[in-house]
């Protein structure tokens, strides 16, 4: 499996923890501009980045998705430490 199919794979794992289906492609467009090597990791140069022709638009739906979209912290911490652990290596260096 590739990086790109391993990252849908990872996104649509969280996506499943944020409830409504509106709230997906602001996690795809946060995670993606995380991921950018960008100087600063704020929404507008990711917004920017992601998606130029429309990045006004871009920036607003990135930053309600961060700021102001109804989503549990806990669920998506519940949902990466169910991806992460079990990929972990615990044993003595």
Do not use: I
Request: proline share 4%; aromatic share 8%.
């Amino acid at each position: 499996m590739n990086v790109a199919d391993r990252f849908e794979e990872y996104l649509e794992h969280l996506a499943s923890g944020l409830g409504h289906a509106d709230r997906h492609e602001g996690l795809r467009g946060y995670c993606t501009g995380l991921m950018l090597p960008l100087a600063r990791k704020s929404v507008e140069p990711m917004a920017a980045r992601v998606d130029p022709v429309h990045a006004s638009a871009r920036h607003q739906s990135l930053h309600h998705f961060v700021a102001k979209a109804e989503w549990s912290d806990e669920q998506m911490l519940r949902r990466v430490c169910q991806w992460v652990v079990p990929k972990m290596d615990f044993s003595e260096g």
